[in-house]
């Protein structure tokens, strides 16, 4: 339902009550050309909700952030398939949360998406073939692009390693297997 919800088109009124004008400001608008929209069959206007984002970026509207939340986008990096599709639907299913999810199988192919996917979160096992995730983690913080990504480690070896993996660069370190209830939480708390 808030699927649907999120993609239907914005009523007149509904743009008016967003930007804080009347429905005759929305019209104008919508007859200048500025503001793109399609009439109904019975002749009302409705504006997509793109063109609406659209609009309100060109001319500077001050609309709240719940009107166009921008998702979260979190880089899972582990070499094992099956972590990584655990990851992915754990956070994909999340209730509440919406998330822009990529993924790499290595630290070597870990920092080259970093460069193009720009997350904000990176969940990067530390144990994995090409770089390594302690060796990812030291040139992701002496990158000034990149120094302030979040990184949540995971790895099986949380006890021998979680002192080195945090003077690595890594914000936390979470023990495998994975508890759903601390990894959403550190989720949480580092994409705030």
Avoid at 95 to 119: C, M, N, Q, R
Avoid at 153 to 168: D, F, M, P, V
């Amino acid at each position: 339902m808030a699927n649907s919800n999120q993609k239907k088109p914005y009523t007149t009124g509904e743009v008016a009550d967003l930007s804080h004008v009347t429905i005759n400001a929305v019209k104008k608008w919508i007859n200048s050309g500025k503001l793109k929209a399609f009439r109904t069959p019975g002749g009302h206007y409705r504006i997509s909700r793109d063109d609406f984002k659209d609009f309100v970026s060109e001319y500077r509207l001050q609309i709240k952030d719940e009107v166009f939340p921008e998702k979260k986008k979190i880089l899972i990096t582990d070499d094992v398939p099956e972590i990584i599709e655990f990851l992915k639907a754990a956070l994909q299913n999340r209730d509440g949360h919406s998330y822009e999810i990529d993924v790499a199988t290595d630290g070597y192919e870990a920092l080259i998406k970093v460069g193009d996917f720009k997350p904000d979160l990176l969940i990067l096992d530390i144990r994995m073939p090409r770089i390594d995730g302690l060796e990812v983690c030291r040139r992701l913080r002496s990158g000034p692009a990149t120094h302030d990504i979040k990184i949540l480690a995971i790895t099986a070896y949380a006890r021998e390693e979680k002192e080195n993996i945090i003077r690595a660069g890594a914000d936390y370190c979470l023990p495998k297997p994975l508890g759903m209830a601390q990894l959403y939480e550190w989720v949480d708390k580092l994409l705030k």
